[in-house]
């Protein structure tokens, strides 16, 4: 058995969601005088590849301790949306039907492709990767909920469309190019599809469920798409925590390891080793 990498590295540079804390790193010993370097780290729970807990909206949910790993691994697919959306669209459970053959109890990982706009890519844009990336309506969510998911990845900032979040009152220039956007191509405002009681919906009206969700995923995500895989998710055994940075895996055995590490090795590298998606796809 083998493993491949579905996580975002992780620095200084990583940007958290938009206005929580990001990593702060310095020394408080080093190696002259006190024979050992260490480090203090502050930074928010929703940084990098991270899993948001059933208390981060939930308040009598469980906390990231409480999730064993029966739930936290286990068989999935990973679903890719990239040629069917682009800036502020919504994505709907049909497309992932058209794609892939999502198993009731699946652990289900989104590839829109916005991964590609992350801090560790050549094409690095914050703003398309945090405030542009395609999301769901509550048809997704309800699908979600039928289909008994333990979990879902999305591999961009939120598993909620962007303009369903504060991220629309924060940033009005984007608001209104989403604006245009919606009534061009779904002849309705922003209003009128996300109006207030859909506000967060893969957040406050899937936690309840027990359907949390992991965000920021990439890595070696482009070597999977539309698979059907073994996948963990490995938070810190937080107690009271209400999200957790986390390292999300895939599990291959080892023939079929050896394929996809030629199929890898005939891509572009990003500067921390990850695969590139071939350029025709971006």
Not at 68 to 97: H, R, T
Not at 143 to 162: N, R, T
Request: glycine share 8%; net charge negative.
């Amino acid at each position: 058995m083998k493993i491949i990498d579905l996580s975002i590295p992780l620095g200084i540079a990583t940007p958290p969601w938009p206005t929580y804390e990001p990593l702060q790193v310095k020394y408080f010993k080093r190696l002259a005088p006190n024979g050992a370097n260490g480090q203090v780290l502050t930074h928010s729970n929703h940084l990098g590849t991270h899993l948001d807990g059933e208390i981060h909206f939930y308040t009598p949910g469980k906390d990231i301790a409480e999730l064993d790993f029966d739930f936290l691994a286990g068989p999935g697919v990973i679903v890719d949306l990239s040629d069917a959306v682009g800036d502020y669209d919504i994505y709907s459970s049909e497309m992932i039907e058209a794609r892939v053959d999502v198993h009731e109890g699946d652990i289900l990982i989104i590839h829109t492709g916005y991964h590609r706009y992350g801090w560790d890519q050549p094409t690095a844009d914050e703003v398309r990767y945090m405030v542009k990336h395609p999301g769901p309506d509550r048809e997704f969510a309800e699908w979600c909920v039928e289909k008994k998911l333990k979990w879902l990845a999305v591999d961009c900032g939120s598993a909620d469309h962007p303009m369903n979040t504060i991220i629309r009152t924060w940033m009005p220039r984007q608001a209104k190019e989403a604006q245009a956007h919606f009534q061009n191509k779904y002849g309705k405002s922003l209003e009128n599809v996300f109006s207030d009681d859909k506000y967060q919906l893969m957040h406050i009206e899937l936690f309840p469920h027990g359907i949390i969700h992991a965000e920021c995923v990439g890595g070696d995500i482009d070597l999977l798409l539309n698979e059907r895989v073994e996948i963990g998710c490995f938070p810190w055994r937080f107690v009271d925590g209400e999200a957790s940075i986390s390292r999300i895996v895939a599990f291959v055995d080892d023939d079929r390891y050896e394929k996809l590490m030629a199929k890898k090795a005939s891509f572009e590298k990003t500067r921390f080793g990850d695969c590139l998606c071939p350029k025709e796809q971006i």
